[in-house]
């Protein structure tokens, strides 16, 4: 048999094939405090744009649907959703009600946007209203950093009005221009990843998981895992609640055929054969556990790595190797595999070229590895997971300073970030 490592890096090398990318529309996801409009808005544009006949889907309600627009340079399309657990996006809508202000949840959904790195353009909602001020949210928004671009600033706001379905076109064209469109890749020959968006249980057709599918194309049959929840995929159900045999890139999809009910956020990955999705599944369902008994077996971190040694908690350091060049990954890994001593080895469990992406955050979450970059960073989606599940990444330029920063490690004698 196989071990867990070798099929680690089946999946990762599978995942890693360039050379196919196309590109994919842009996932926009609308934030904002409560009952500044994130509803209304949302199936006030769903409703001008999905066509009549279609009508019956909306009832549906997925909570994610995607967008068609035919203007000058043809046909575009964009997904957008209602946040949620996972974050996921291209391009934050900000809903703020003219009539309220910048809240609480406002300043969050900013938080968000800036932690995630993602551009942020703000819909001034409820402008019909007789106690609308949108130039005191213009001026909130200023006291924030996000000077409205009228006012000579970079931030796109536009004055709408969800209720009487006021510049919702204008809204729409903003979201285009910001998204870059064009810009955005992903490869549908590769096997489906993405994020889980809401799970349910249904009467009759079990648990339902609506998930956006990021990357790859997701087929009917496919085995996947979906946070620590196995399945294989027995139906596809559109946001118009159509059966599909498959969805591509960037698509919000009902997934029927899983075995539990994952949690928003977590990740869904197809993977070859079921046999290696229950392994992992058993090995997320083990960390779950340590991690509801307390502090024990949480996350290893470089930090905490002499204490998990003391404890008796490991005997070895996972790793994950990201380099700018194979050559560099390869001479790195030999090095790191020459670390260790007889109270803790160094473990590789994979290493490669490219950018850290959220594959590696995968792996590196189910084997409770650290990851080390080398000329290279996380790329955006990867960095917000990183954060999320707690993994350690540690970016060098210089190989002495790897093997250094490893080896101080497992003698107990690094400092703590802060
Ligand atoms: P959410 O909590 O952000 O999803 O807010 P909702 O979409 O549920 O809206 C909260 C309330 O504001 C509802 O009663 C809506 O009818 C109302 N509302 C939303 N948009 C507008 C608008 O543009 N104008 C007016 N007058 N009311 C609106």
Do not use: C
């Given at each position: 048999?196989?071990?867990?490592?070798?099929?680690?890096?089946?999946?990762?090398?599978?995942?890693?094939?360039?050379?196919?990318?196309v590109?994919?529309?842009?996932?926009?996801?609308?934030?904002?405090?409560?009952?500044?409009?994130?509803?209304?808005?949302?199936?006030?544009?769903?409703?001008?744009?999905?066509?009549?006949r279609?009508?019956?889907?909306?009832t549906?309600?997925?909570?994610?649907?995607?967008?068609?627009?035919?203007?000058?340079?043809?046909?575009?399309?964009?997904?957008?959703?209602?946040?949620?657990?996972?974050?996921?996006?291209?391009i934050?809508?900000?809903?703020?009600?003219?009539?309220?202000?910048?809240?609480?949840?406002?300043?969050?959904?900013?938080?968000?946007?800036?932690?995630?790195?993602?551009?942020?353009?703000?819909?001034?909602?409820?402008?019909?209203?007789?106690?609308?001020?949108?130039?005191?949210?213009?001026?909130e928004?200023?006291?924030?950093?996000?000077?409205?671009?009228?006012?000579?600033?970079?931030?796109?706001?536009?004055?709408?009005?969800?209720?009487?379905?006021?510049?919702?076109?204008?809204?729409l064209e903003?979201?285009?221009?910001?998204t870059?469109?064009?810009?955005l890749?992903?490869?549908?020959?590769?096997?489906?990843?993405?994020?889980?968006?809401?799970?349910?249980?249904?009467?009759?057709?079990?648990?339902?998981?609506?998930?956006?599918v990021?990357?790859?194309?997701?087929?009917?049959?496919d085995?996947?895992?979906?946070?620590?929840?196995?399945?294989?995929?027995?139906?596809?159900?559109?946001?118009?609640?159509?059966?599909?045999?498959?969805?591509?890139?960037?698509?919000?999809?009902?997934?029927?055929?899983?075995?539990?009910?994952?949690?928003?956020?977590?990740?869904?990955?197809?993977v070859?054969?079921?046999s290696k999705?229950?392994q992992?599944?058993?090995l997320?369902?083990?960390?779950?556990?340590?991690?509801?008994?307390?502090e024990?077996?949480?996350?290893?971190?470089?930090?905490?790595l002499?204490?998990?040694?003391?404890?008796g908690?490991?005997?070895?350091?996972?790793?994950?190797?990201?380099?700018?060049?194979?050559?560099?990954?390869?001479?790195?890994?030999?090095?790191?595999?020459?670390?260790?001593?007889?109270?803790?080895?160094?473990?590789?469990?994979?290493?490669?070229?490219?950018?850290?992406?959220?594959?590696?955050?995968?792996?590196?979450?189910?084997?409770?590895?650290?990851?080390?970059?080398?000329?290279?960073?996380?790329?955006?989606?990867?960095?917000?997971?990183?954060?999320?599940?707690?993994?350690?990444?540690?970016?060098?330029?210089?190989?002495?300073?790897?093997t250094?920063?490893?080896?101080k490690?497992?003698?107990?004698l690094?400092?703590?970030?802060?």
């Amino acid at each position: 048999m196989r071990s867990f490592e070798e099929e680690i890096l089946e999946v990762e090398s599978s995942a890693a094939q360039e050379g196919d990318q196309v590109t994919r529309a842009p996932v926009v996801t609308v934030m904002g405090h409560v009952d500044h409009g994130k509803t209304t808005l949302l199936d006030a544009i769903r409703h001008s744009r999905v066509a009549e006949r279609e009508a019956g889907g909306i009832t549906q309600h997925i909570g994610a649907y995607s967008v068609e627009i035919n203007n000058s340079p043809g046909h575009e399309a964009f997904t957008l959703m209602r946040a949620r657990g996972a974050r996921v996006t291209d391009i934050v809508v900000l809903v703020v009600a003219a009539d309220d202000g910048v809240m609480p949840q406002t300043r969050e959904a900013i938080d968000h946007a800036k932690a995630a790195n993602v551009p942020l353009i703000v819909a001034i909602n409820k402008i019909d209203k007789a106690n609308a001020n949108p130039e005191r949210v213009k001026t909130e928004l200023s006291e924030l950093g996000l000077t409205p671009e009228d006012w000579g600033g970079h931030t796109v706001t536009v004055e709408v009005s969800a209720k009487k379905q006021t510049n919702l076109e204008l809204l729409l064209e903003m979201i285009l221009l910001v998204t870059e469109l064009g810009e955005l890749k992903a490869n549908p020959k590769r096997g489906a990843f993405g994020s889980v968006l809401e799970a349910k249980i249904d009467r009759g057709r079990g648990p339902i998981a609506t998930i956006l599918v990021k990357d790859g194309t997701l087929r009917i049959g496919d085995n996947f895992i979906a946070g620590s929840i196995v399945g294989k995929v027995r139906a596809l159900i559109d946001d118009r609640g159509n059966k599909q045999e498959e969805a591509g890139p960037s698509s919000p999809i009902e997934v029927l055929g899983l075995t539990g009910l994952p949690q928003p956020g977590d990740t869904f990955q197809v993977v070859a054969d079921a046999s290696k999705a229950r392994q992992i599944s058993m090995l997320r369902q083990n960390q779950a556990k340590q991690k509801s008994l307390g502090e024990k077996g949480g996350r290893l971190t470089l930090e905490s790595l002499q204490q998990q040694i003391d404890e008796g908690e490991t005997k070895e350091l996972p790793i994950i190797v990201k380099a700018d060049v194979q050559g560099s990954a390869e001479v790195l890994a030999d090095a790191l595999g020459k670390l260790g001593d007889e109270r803790v080895k160094v473990r590789l469990i994979s290493s490669g070229a490219g950018a850290i992406n959220e594959g590696d955050i995968v792996f590196a979450a189910a084997s409770n590895a650290v990851i080390i970059g080398f000329n290279v960073r996380p790329d955006r989606n990867a960095a917000a997971m990183a954060e999320r599940e707690e993994i350690d990444i540690r970016l060098h330029r210089i190989i002495y300073d790897v093997t250094d920063e490893i080896k101080k490690a497992m003698a107990g004698l690094l400092e703590p970030t802060v």
